[in-house]
């Protein structure tokens, strides 16, 4: 190796990440239960530096580390970025919620930051080895914190479901890695492309291998035929958890499938696309009618998700840059919606009681208005009513695959977005329309309301002027896409 | 005058609204309460210069305003007014302020949230209306059902949630699929959504016409309403406090007709010319169909519902009489002066049965009777509004409705003597409720304890009384803002895309 060449800072918010962790880990050895807030405190600093960080190393182009296993481009630095923010407001908003439950450990902050670290490796990955590597760290992270709760069997229960499904997944995408590296000799994805670009690789062996790359990503981001994991593990998890897996993975899974499929395949764009469009129409039509069935809010919002992921992937399916940054703004404003619908859903419960049916948001404006209008803007975020930033996060996709003549699939995805109105106004009707049930007060820690508050009216500041940030998707994928 | 009159009409209530929202709980509603008349006050004195300083020679918009607004989707915020939507601005501020007085003291439950609605709600319609980008437009269209599905589902009757979730569903199905046109317009119209450059398109396909038809008749029909897919209006209506009744009626359905004629009549009028046999048709059948469905009604309410859906009949009626490939003029300003004066009589009609409402609790026409012994102060403007709803000559009502039948015998006579038959099925339904209501004997013992208006109510009575009258009166004033707007519509519509 030649030691001139090696330029590691494309990674330097990494390593400050991986040396701050070990930091944490040691220390926390040291200190008791009491004083937890110490780890707690410098997990939040640690999240800031490494946002100041890639803020600073930001280059409009794209550079490699680790012998080109590494990339470094600017939708990369927009994700982790966005990472940083959502893993550091999921701390704050469990923090009450993880005490009351003994759950506030330096585990807890340690298997975050490495799930985290996880997750940058995936967005920055080049390689099949480092895009593997990188879900794995993430994916053994979450399971273990999901079963940090030992005492309770249902944790444990959808650890353990989700630890089996996961590894099923992972192997799925691995069989298709090693098919992929047959056909074309090579794990880089730039090498890949290429290989395909030529036409030198094998045709049905690709196919192949590119089935099971879908299958397995399909799973990862909990889309149809292969959700059956998402209301389970959601329902399961303490909600604490259910956040953690809900925001900032879902970031870090559109990345990871742009990776493998518009920069290692996007010469097979003709034969994802086919897929993708089942799988998308399907997470949407099942989603969101399944969720109508739902009393359980974690179950509604878990297939919730699972429609979203079928708009999300909607972007993919048009195979253009804007499908592709109307999917990453999608994929930004999903998970701000989210972290505000189970910030509310956490800041309700308290020590005993999960706030977790709809019953349990029943009265809510009558409680505590300001909660139940955070919680509306969530919901019609959710449900993609103007002047919300939901909607521009629908309207964007919905353009982008217009602009392919898919207009069918343009009005497949609104009709099943009509369908997904019914259980958002269902919760907004618990909350205005119904008498309270439960009227005991609802405290929520100072910082986290604090942090809530600009989170929900973020929805709709950027429902107002959504430009800067969809310019910033636009661009980010500009010049991510060019330069590889 | 400042050059940003209609992001003044606009953003002033909504502003409003937040500040009355901000007021927080009920303990300081009068505090809520003043604020929102301040606000809505604001909100019509800002909108009056729309109207008074109107050039009415001066074709195409005016008050134009026009910005980049999200550039990478290529949306714009561009506004603008013609002769036809300056009216419905107007005629919206003036409603909420009515509605923010007719809701004084009759809301004692959350009084900043209902007020807050109703302002925000006021500022997004405006929106609409002075909208000339689609996205923009469509981001006010469907911003207003957040507000009116709480103000159904909070301070609505016992059925409220059924109502409201109706009303949103129904609506949102309508406007969805007009998202759909909107961003393959975009693509045709060479990557922009101002609403000018959809309706410049020189080619549209006639298939493609067709289908773009389809998607805004659905969201606009739904809207109107027109039979049959008017069911929501009278669960909503019924189930709304008394304000989101008036503003359902005098605003929220005029929406729906602006839409024919801003989007469906000039962007595809080859599909709409081919197709207007069957809107007439329908047209036809809210006016005679549902005006009989009002006469057996037994809920005030219920029967002021369907009367309006009777009314807007009238209203698409006007708008879809064809000679040749020319609109009828006489039947698209009929239909237009028709809207004005239905936003003024529904209003009251739904004000004075809140009026009564608020005093008995009941909505029922057998709970009533004789009512004129106690109240006549009450039973004289009622009587007013009554005789406009029913048509009568020298009341706003009448005019509409004559122009449109004007241009209906132009057309065609059998048509015109259909739609004629809502002079009388208006004044039977009409008229019938009233006798049974206000006159005769004193019919049980809460009538006999009622109280005759106060001024609040009273105020609110004589503006409207005086608006239905000056409208019979000198429809001039309004005539003559929309003219040229229409001809250049019409003009428009008449150039075939094919």
């Known amino acids: ?484 | 005058m400042f050059a940003n009159t209609l992001s003044l009409v606009i953003w002033t209530p909504i502003v409003a609204g937040l500040l009355v929202l901000a007021t927080g709980g009920d303990q300081r509603a009068m505090l809520a309460r003043w604020l929102a008349v301040a606000g809505a006050l604001a909100g019509f004195v800002v909108s009056l210069p729309l109207f008074t300083q109107f050039n009415n020679l001066h074709g195409g918009m005016q008050f134009v305003e026009q910005m980049p607004w999200i550039k990478s989707l290529g949306i714009n915020y561009h506004l603008g007014v013609d002769g036809i939507s300056m009216l419905f601005i107007v005629l919206n501020s003036f409603t909420t302020l009515m509605v923010v007085l007719a809701g004084w003291e009759v809301i004692q439950k959350r009084t900043a949230q209902y007020m807050a609605a109703f302002l925000i709600m006021s500022g997004l319609i405006n929106g609409a209306f002075a909208a000339l980008d689609a996205i923009l437009f469509y981001v006010f269209f469907e911003g207003m059902l957040i507000p009116m599905y709480l103000i159904i589902g909070v301070w609505g009757g016992p059925r409220r949630v059924y109502a409201s979730v109706k009303f949103f569903l129904y609506t949102l199905l309508g406007s969805l699929l007009m998202l759909v046109a909107f961003i393959y317009l975009y693509f045709q119209a060479g990557k922009t959504f101002e609403i000018e450059a959809f309706q410049a398109l020189a080619k549209i396909p006639r298939d493609v016409q067709i289908l773009l038809f389809i998607a805004f008749f659905l969201s606009f029909a739904v809207k109107v309403p027109m039979w049959p897919v008017h069911t929501w209006l009278p669960d909503a209506h019924v189930e709304a406090p008394t304000g989101g009744s008036m503003v359902l009626a005098a605003i929220t359905l005029k929406i729906g007709a602006y839409g024919f004629l801003r989007f469906a009549l000039p962007i595809v009028p080859d599909a709409a010319l081919q197709l207007s046999p069957v809107i007439v048709a329908m047209s036809l059948v809210a006016v005679v169909y549902i005006g009989l469905v009002a006469l057996v009604q037994t809920d005030m309410k219920k029967l002021v519902a369907y009367s309006s859906i009777s009314h807007m009949g009238f209203v698409t009626l006007g708008m879809f009489l064809f000679t040749g490939s020319n609109q009828n003029v006489w039947a698209v300003e009929g239909a237009l002066v028709q809207m004005v004066s239905h936003g003024f009589v529904s209003a009251a009609m739904f004000f004075c049965i809140g009026v009564m409402y608020d005093r008995v609790h009941s909505r029922n026409i057998a709970d009533y009777g004789g009512v004129a012994n106690k109240m006549p102060i009450f039973a004289a403007f009622m009587m007013l509004f009554a005789m406009a709803n029913s048509g009568l000559p020298a009341t706003s009502g009448f005019v509409g409705e004559f122009m449109v039948i004007m241009g209906a015998v132009q057309v065609n006579f059998w048509v015109a003597a259909l739609a004629a038959t809502t002079l009388i099925f208006g004044a039977a339904y009409t008229l019938w409720m009233y006798k049974r209501v206000i006159f005769g004997e004193v019919g049980n013992h809460h009538v006999a304890e009622l109280t005759d208006v106060n001024k609040r109510e009273f105020l609110v009575l004589a503006i409207l009384a005086i608006a239905v009258l000056g409208m019979g009166l000198y429809p001039q004033a309004f005539v003559e803002k929309m003219h040229l707007s229409v001809n250049d519509l019409i003009a428009h519509v008449a150039i075939s895309k094919l």
């Not at chain 1, 914190?145 to 069997?153: E, H, V």
């Not at chain 1, 392919?404 to 106004?425: P, Q």
């Not at chain 1, 309270?436 to 989170?455: T, Y």
């Not at chain 1, 430009?467 to 590889?484: D, H, I, P, Y």
Request: hydrophobic share 55%.
């Open chain 1, 1 to 484: 190796m030649n030691w001139a060449d090696l330029n590691l800072m494309p990674a330097l918010p990494e390593m400050f990440l991986l040396g701050a962790l070990l930091v944490i880990l040691m220390l926390d050895l040291f200190i008791s239960d009491a004083k937890r807030v110490i780890t707690y405190s410098l997990s939040l600093v640690t999240l800031a530096v490494c946002a100041f960080l890639q803020i600073n190393t930001f280059e409009p182009f794209a550079s490699y580390t680790f012998s080109g296993m590494f990339i470094d481009d600017p939708m990369s630095d927009i994700v982790k970025v966005a990472m940083y923010g959502v893993t550091a407001t999921v701390l704050v908003y469990t923090r009450q919620y993880a005490t009351d439950r003994g759950l506030f450990k330096g585990e807890y902050f340690t298997l975050s930051l490495f799930a985290l670290l996880g997750m940058n490796f995936m967005v920055s990955a080049s390689n099949f080895v480092s895009l593997y590597l990188g879900l794995e760290l993430l994916s053994l992270s979450l399971y273990s914190l999901i079963a940090l709760q030992r005492d309770s069997a249902r944790a444990t229960e959808s650890a353990m479901k989700y630890f089996v499904l996961g590894a099923l997944a992972s192997g799925l995408l691995l069989y298709g890695m090693s098919m992929l590296y047959g056909a074309t000799g090579s794990l880089d994805l730039a090498l890949i492309a290429k290989s395909i670009a030529s036409g030198s690789a094998n045709q049905t062996l690709l196919v192949f291998g590119l089935v099971f790359i879908v299958a397995g990503l399909a799973f990862k981001l909990g889309a149809v035929p292969f959700h059956m994991w998402v209301p389970d593990v959601y329902h399961g998890a303490p909600t604490a958890l259910t956040l953690m897996i809900g925001a900032a993975p879902k970031l870090a899974a559109f990345v990871f499938v742009v990776r493998i499929l518009v920069q290692g395949l996007g010469g097979m764009v003709a034969d994802w696309q086919g897929m993708l469009a089942i799988i998308a129409v399907l997470s949407m039509a099942i989603g969101n009618i399944t969720a109508i069935a739902q009393t359980n809010l974690k179950r509604m919002l878990a297939y919730s998700t699972i429609s979203h992921m079928g708009f999300l992937l909607l972007g993919l399916i048009a195979g253009t840059p804007e499908g592709y940054s109307a999917a990453m703004f999608y994929a930004i404003v999903y998970v701000l919606t989210t972290l505000v619908g189970f910030g509310i859903l956490l800041g309700l419960s308290r020590a005993g009681f999960e706030c977790e049916t709809l019953d349990d948001l029943k009265g809510l404006n009558s409680r505590n208005s300001w909660y139940a209008l955070l919680m509306l803007l969530a919901l019609f975020s959710m449900a993609g009513i103007p002047p919300l930033a939901g909607f521009y996060a629908k309207f964007a996709v919905i353009q982008a695959i217009v602009n392919v003549n898919l207009v069918w699939l343009a009005v497949v995805a609104v009709l099943m977005s009509l369908i997904g109105a019914f259980y958002y106004l269902r919760a907004v009707k618990a909350m205005y329309f119904d008498d309270v049930q439960d009227n005991s007060p609802i405290s929520m820690a100072g910082d986290m309301k604090l942090v809530l508050s600009i989170n929900a009216i973020a929805l709709l500041v950027l429902g107002v002027m959504p430009e800067r940030l969809v310019a910033m998707c636009v661009q980010a994928m500009k010049l991510s896409l060019t330069t590889l």
